[in-house]
């Protein structure tokens, strides 16, 4: 058998054990309730910013993107890299796939297809994984490119919890399995398990430009084509339809779909659902007797849930599309979307619906902006539902839903609502970001806590960005004390393959360019060490080691400077981890008075930023080693290197006691 692990219990003792590197302080009945304390002035993140990758993107019609696995305690996301970002044009289209340990963590990525590009070379976030944890502990990958070709490419994991080692890469040809189709150039992959059956299926956008299924039944090991989920006679412009799914994990897949591309056509929002190969209407009205053949309806053959040319609170909304899609524990739809108002590609809206066991109910849930490019012209930031928490929704806008005020770039609200969508209360994620935050996600995640993950950087469409994967996780037990400051000196650093620091300096000024570490004085009221002022250079590794007072669970950061108008970098890892390479855009700035012991910074055009590097046991006198390095930058990103826009300036590191709170809410010693 090859079940899902959907909603499995994680043990309360194992929960309190598990890793928190947030206080989101939730408020949706997946957390602990209560106020959020404000953000701080300038750019500010509610909680410990988690850095996952410099360089990936999604797009949002592949799913899983992100899995849990309860029982190795890591989260596992897929991402494409671009050739616009970190590793430049070496790293195009390269399809990779994320874990963070979050006992430790510790973060790890492989790739699983190198340079999976769109015609003509360009990178493109299409081809981002869908990811499905099987049976057997080991995790099946399903991508696609984007109109590449007509062919899906999976690869499945050589063992149980671990994305280190992955079997060759397989291909299921649609152009040869589809009896009679035409232009089945493949697009996306969703993987759903179905219990009952026994059998997984992947939709995916080919013949008819359309959704057609494949399905396995051994677990993703060997595929057959199974048919069509819709079918439209005549294509208006580019496609037909765009769909979410989400699963029971039994015996249903619900989809939401819409007639075409918006750019094309004003389209309305239908809903559906698979059981027993057939497709229903939401109120359980047979639509399609058999899925598995050539004969199927169109997408407004199902359930309207959305009407095109609906008047809210005054404005007509048009051209609706598909962003989320999740089950109640009863098994009851819920679902967020996107329209123009008023036709207007400079005002979208987003909306929330939810099935109510008899009707759809719809409620208009603010602002989302104006579209990121005129080539897609409603490409916005998203929204996302909670799916532990179906009264919750994470969104990027860059208009405040709690005052209608614009924001200077697009931020992360949660939304909570006490009354199935009628009236919500929004709370800032982050605030004065100097980069967007984008396509939010949440995980289903059977524990206390909630993780969201998002972009954060620069996207203008699906072949141009440069942006980094991030995310915030919240685990309620906990408590962190205060973080103290630890400076880098000639003291406590040392190169990490032996021998002293031997930087140059101390000097007010920039270091000469010879693969050494600069001392700079008059930053930050003391010094830091610096690499790369000059233009590019690979000064060697180095060795923090801090010892903290007592004995107990830490907690640590490390700490570089950064022009926010260039991209400053370091490169950080507890010992024993791989060091995650930071940068700017996926670093979180220091606020004022936020760590203990930190000098005032200087005011300038640099700003203190921190970069989560793990957690570590400290025993009585035992102390804490990260590693630390510049980023050793390849040819072609050293060519645009030359007056240091990507230097290093690292200057110590923090450290923060975790204690677990005991049952009567006192903290345990």
């Not at 970001?433 to 396509?439: G, P, T």
Request: aromatic share 10%; hydrophobic share 35%.
């Amino acid at each position: 058998m090859h079940s899902t692990k959907r909603r499995s219990r994680v043990p309360p003792l194992l929960a309190l054990a598990l890793f928190s590197v947030g206080l989101l302080a939730c408020s949706s009945g997946n957390g602990p309730s209560g106020t959020d304390a404000p953000l701080p002035e300038g750019d500010a993140v509610a909680g410990t910013l988690v850095h996952v990758t410099a360089n990936g993107a999604w797009c949002w019609y592949q799913d899983e993107r992100v899995v849990v696995d309860t029982a190795a305690h890591t989260i596992i996301l897929g991402s494409v890299a671009h050739g616009n970002g970190i590793g430049g044009a070496a790293r195009n289209g390269d399809v990779d796939v994320h874990s963070l340990d979050l006992q430790t963590g510790a973060r790890r990525y492989a790739t699983l297809r190198d340079r999976l590009v769109a015609p003509g070379g360009r990178g493109d976030d299409h081809m981002a994984p869908a990811l499905w944890q099987r049976s057997d502990d080991r995790l099946l990958a399903m991508y696609a490119g984007h109109n590449n070709d007509f062919r899906s490419r999976y690869r499945r994991s050589e063992a149980p919890h671990d994305i280190g080692a992955w079997g060759p890469e397989r291909t299921f040809d649609w152009n040869r399995r589809i009896p009679g189709g035409s232009d089945m150039e493949v697009t996306y992959s969703n993987l759903l398990y179905l219990s009952a059956e026994d059998r997984l299926y992947n939709f995916a956008r080919t013949d008819n430009r359309s959704p057609n299924v494949m399905v396995s039944d051994d677990g993703g090991a060997s595929w057959a084509y199974g048919g069509k989920l819709t079918y439209t006679e005549e294509t208006v412009g580019y496609v037909n339809g765009y769909f979410k799914y989400a699963t029971n994990g039994v015996d249903r897949i619900h989809f939401v779909a819409t007639e075409h591309h918006p750019r094309d056509y004003s389209n309305s929002l239908y809903h559906g659902y698979v059981e027993d190969s057939a497709s229903y209407a939401s109120d359980g009205t047979l639509v399609d007797d058999n899925i598995f053949d050539q004969d199927a309806p169109p997408p407004e053959a199902f359930t309207t849930v959305f009407d095109a040319g609906t008047v809210v609170e005054g404005d007509t909304m048009t051209h609706a599309w598909t962003v989320d899609l999740h089950l109640s524990a009863d098994g009851r739809p819920y679902t967020v979307f996107q329209t123009r108002a008023n036709g207007s590609t400079r005002d979208h809206r987003f909306f929330y619906a939810r099935h109510d066991g008899t009707q759809w109910r719809t409620h208009h849930l603010g602002r989302a902006g104006p579209g990121l490019d005129e080539r897609e012209q409603d490409y916005i930031g998203l929204i996302a539902l909670d799916p532990n928490a179906l009264n919750t929704v994470y969104a990027s806008t860059p208009v405040d839903p709690r005052s209608g005020d614009s924001l200077g770039t697009r931020e992360i609200f949660r939304g909570v609502t006490p009354d199935q969508g009628t009236t919500w209360t929004w709370t800032a994620l982050t605030k004065h970001s100097e980069a967007q935050n984008l396509r939010p996600v949440v995980p289903d995640w059977d524990a206390p806590g909630t993780a969201v993950f998002w972009m954060r950087g620069r996207y203008q469409w699906q072949h141009d960005y440069d942006t980094a994967i991030v995310g915030l996780i919240d685990r309620p037990g906990e408590q962190r004390g205060p973080v103290r400051y630890h400076d880098a000196a000639p003291g406590n650093t040392r190169r990490a393959a032996g021998g002293a620091l031997a930087a140059t300096g101390p000097a007010p000024g920039p270091g000469p360019s010879d693969d050494r570490w600069h001392e700079r004085s008059g930053i930050g009221g003391g010094r830091v060490l610096t690499a790369g002022e000059r233009g590019a250079e690979d000064a060697p590794a180095l060795r923090t080691v801090v010892t903290p007072e007592r004995p107990g669970t830490y907690d640590v950061w490390a700490y570089f400077w950064a022009d926010p108008a260039a991209d400053w970098r370091l490169r950080a890892g507890l010992e024993g981890h791989t060091p995650v390479l930071a940068r700017q855009i996926s670093a979180q700035r220091v606020a004022p008075g936020a760590v203990e012991g930190l000098p005032a910074r200087r005011a300038d055009s640099t700003f203190l930023y921190q970069t989560y590097v793990g957690r570590a046991d400290v025993q009585a006198g035992d102390s804490i080693a990260v590693r630390v390095d510049d980023h050793g930058l390849s040819s072609d990103e050293a060519q645009s290197d030359a007056e240091g826009a990507h230097r290093t300036w690292y200057d110590g590191l923090g450290v923060a006691r975790v204690r677990q709170a005991s049952s009567s809410g006192n903290s345990s010693r």
